[in-house]
């Protein structure tokens, strides 16, 4: 329990009094706010990079796929069963090649008919014809006749290029990419049988969104990235739709992709897209630190490190963007800031 301050005491004295109190008690909070020392730590050995803001592109990134540049599915013209299919997934096949054999009974079955009906009519047009000549038919039997032999010759034409479709060629040198059918299935006309491409010439197609895409012209070149490769890879614009899909409200522009980049079909992308300049500031990433979930970076001033807790960015060849914390025309610790404290003192290297 705290005596009762006596009358006389002047009231000043008590205000003073009360005044040290509360000194004592802010002093108290501040030394437990801030529980790392470090006048007793040694000077560490940095190196530093004066850093300055400046206008850098900036771009959204689309999603995109890769695609064969020329692709064909393999489709039977007539109703059949397969009898014979040599190809297998990733096979290459020569332009020409039977790739698809249908059983040919029934087609055969159809020459054979109407070979026998081109013989009967034209028998019965060499009779009509030669009683024609002797004025013992008339123009009109003639006539009659003459249409059914060119019918019967149309038919037995018709049934040669039907049985034609028994085999199945490859429209050009490609690779099997896909199959949807084997030996013994029921091949039918519009019914894909399987996919064929050529190898290594590859295509992107993205579709754009409206509110950025009025930047892109054809011939134009864009950088795309591939998850799990470092390297950015530069591709041209080669076809623009003429029109926006109303639903989508998308752009679909196509992209040529060189040789040579080991990228296959079907890949996911992310295409870069420039929607204009910004102020940013770039550090090099062994500039940054990251304890936990903190990311920073230790600026130098009057000899010692100064912490700056940071937002990061993009990363762009060695360098990572800064979005926040940090301003321009600072010299920052790019070498030796691992181990560095708030305020330790620095020499620089």
């Known amino acids: 329990m705290v005596d009762q301050i006596p009358s006389h005491f002047p009231s000043r004295l008590?205000?003073?009094?009360?005044?040290?109190?509360l000194l004592t008690g802010c002093g108290q909070?501040?030394?437990?706010?801030?529980?790392?020392?470090?006048?007793?730590?040694?000077?560490?050995?940095?190196?530093?990079?004066?850093?300055?803001s400046g206008l850098v592109a900036t771009e959204e990134e689309?999603?995109?796929?890769?695609r064969a540049r020329l692709v064909s599915v393999v489709e039977a013209r007539i109703s059949g069963r397969i009898e014979e299919m040599p190809v297998r997934l990733g096979q290459k096949v020569q332009a020409g090649e039977v790739v698809v054999k249908l059983d040919a009974a029934e087609m055969r079955a159809r020459e054979q008919q109407a070979d026998a009906g081109l013989q009967q009519a034209e028998r019965e047009w060499n009779r009509v014809r030669a009683l024609f000549e002797q004025q013992a038919s008339t123009r009109s039997e003639y006539d009659a006749a003459e249409t059914r032999f060119?019918?019967?010759?149309a038919a037995l034409a018709e049934a040669r290029v039907l049985l034609g479709y028994v085999e199945m060629k490859a429209p050009f040198a490609g690779v099997v990419t896909r199959k949807w059918a084997d030996v013994g299935d029921l091949a039918a006309p519009g019914k894909a049988l399987f996919e064929l491409?050529?190898?290594?010439?590859?295509?992107?197609?993205?579709?754009?969104?409206?509110?950025?895409?009025?930047g892109i012209k054809s011939g134009g070149e864009l950088m795309m990235r591939v998850d799990g490769r470092t390297n950015a890879l530069k591709v041209a614009v080669s076809e623009i739709a003429?029109?926006?899909?109303?639903?989508?409200?998308?752009?679909?522009?196509?992209?040529?992709?060189?040789s040579g980049t080991g990228l296959r079909s079907g890949q996911f992308v992310r295409l870069g897209v420039p929607t204009g300049d910004r102020e940013s500031i770039h550090v090099p990433a062994a500039a940054v630190v990251r304890r936990g979930q903190m990311e920073m970076v230790f600026a130098v001033a009057d000899q010692a490190?100064?912490?700056?807790?940071?937002?990061?960015?993009?990363?762009?060849g060695g360098d990572?963007?800064?979005?926040?914390?940090?301003a321009g025309g600072e010299m920052v610790v790019v070498e030796g800031a691992a181990l560095l404290m708030d305020n330790q003192q620095v020499n620089l290297k």
């Not at 008590?14 to 109190?21: H, I, K, M, R, Y």
């Not at 060119?150 to 010759?153: E, I, N």
């Not at 990572?320 to 940090?326: A, N, Q, R, T, V």
């Open 320 to 326: 990572i963007e800064i979005l926040s914390g940090l």
């Open 14 to 21: 008590v205000a003073t009094g009360t005044l040290v109190l």
């Open 305 to 316: 490190a100064r912490m700056h807790l940071v937002k990061t960015g993009r990363r762009m």
């Open 197 to 214: 491409e050529v190898p290594g010439a590859l295509q992107l197609e993205v579709d754009i969104p409206e509110a950025i895409s009025a």
């Open 242 to 258: 003429p029109s926006i899909d109303s639903i989508t409200r998308t752009l679909r522009v196509k992209f040529d992709i060189g």
């Open 62 to 66: 689309v999603m995109g796929t890769t």
């Open 29 to 52: 909070k501040q030394e437990a706010a801030h529980p790392r020392q470090t006048a007793n730590l040694p000077a560490a050995s940095v190196r530093v990079l004066k850093v300055e």
């Open 150 to 153: 060119a019918m019967a010759k």
